[in-house]
């Protein structure tokens, strides 16, 4: 475990950027320092955490902006199917936890060792697993604090600062050349949706499915692994 | 309860069924390299869709800031750089 913290710290400093923003962002949306920490342990999915502030700053339904939110979260199907067998070497208590500790970061670096012939193993997974929920909660607070002083951010673009996180969310999920066409096809289609006068939900959503029905339909190695 | 309040407990408990589904489903979805790939391709394209979704409601404006933000961030994947050079090409358009 202790090492898992130790090779997590430098992935820790990137989440931290993500919580002192998310924290500014949730702070401008009306949420708590106890509500920002709370949600990060117990959602502890950074970027759907983004969408929902967003979604919920733009004055969305509550439905629409939790469908939204968890749409982003499918992506844990495949990343928890991809790091079930570490997973299922744990006791069955660890096990609960290993897999609500796995996310993007900590996933990525286990699978990464693994194929290097490492042997980490769950407890692996868990140890830089919190040590991305500590600097996220840490970093958050801050970001609350910072997000609800007597300021009002909206002079300083802040509407686009959710746009902004989402092209570097979008440069992180870039796996290279394949995506090219799946993502080609999901901004055709949300554009046009959106053009057409529905709801941006609705605009949103079909653009992600589209793309990812194009995608599903390309030939590629079936591991994310190889990510 | 507050809609937020809603709304994080809502989202913790749905988001930990889908690790514990995908965690469930592993044998099966490697099973089914189709599905598989739909569902790791997606995050990518809802991610597209949003972004431009946003510059089609912003307009002119939150195209160009969207381009510059994103000059920034394919080089360096920044986040805090990135989101600085972006609200301030929009702040910087829209008070000229």
Not at chain 1, 106 to 118: D, F, I, P, V
Not at chain 1, 132 to 138: C, G, K, L, T, Y
Not at chain 2, 27 to 33: F, G, I, Q, W, Y
């Amino acid at each position: 475990m202790w090492f898992g913290i130790l090779k997590g710290s430098p992935l820790a400093i990137g989440v931290g950027a993500y919580g002192l923003a998310f924290g500014v962002l949730a702070a401008q949306a009306g949420f708590s320092d106890v509500e920002v920490v709370l949600m990060g342990i117990f959602v502890f999915a950074g970027s759907s955490q983004i969408v929902a502030v967003e979604r919920l700053a733009a004055d969305a339904g509550f439905m629409v902006v939790l469908v939204t939110a968890l749409a982003l979260n499918l992506r844990y199907l495949p990343i928890l199917a991809s790091i079930s067998p570490v997973i299922k070497s744990a006791p069955k208590g660890s096990r609960l936890l290993a897999i609500h500790l796995t996310a993007d970061e900590n996933w990525a670096l286990t699978l990464a060792y693994r194929s290097k012939g490492g042997t980490v193993g769950w407890r692996f997974l868990i140890g830089a697993g919190l040590i991305i929920m500590f600097a996220w909660s840490v970093a958050s607070t801050f970001g609350v604090w910072l997000g609800s002083g007597d300021f009002d951010l909206d002079r300083y673009g802040i509407g686009f600062a959710f746009t902004a996180a989402f092209i570097v969310l979008a440069r992180g999920l870039w796996r290279g050349g394949t995506d090219l066409i799946p993502w080609t096809v999901a901004a055709i289609v949300a554009i046009g949706v959106f053009l057409l006068g529905l709801n941006t939900a609705v605009a949103i959503l079909s653009g992600g499915i589209s793309g990812s029905i194009v995608g599903a339909m390309m030939p590629r190695p079936a591991s994310v692994a190889a990510q | 309860m507050t809609e937020i309040q809603n709304l994080i407990v809502a989202l913790a408990i749905s988001t930990f069924a889908i690790r514990l589904a995908g965690y469930a489903l592993g044998d099966v979805m490697n099973r089914v390299p189709v599905l598989w790939r739909a569902l790791s391709v997606f995050p990518g394209c809802l991610v597209v869709s949003l972004i431009c979704v946003a510059i089609a409601e912003g307009g002119r404006d939150a195209m160009i800031a969207a381009i510059a933000a994103a000059t920034v961030a394919i080089p360096s994947r920044n986040l805090v750089l990135t989101m600085v050079v972006g609200m301030g090409v929009m702040a910087w358009l829209q008070t000229h």
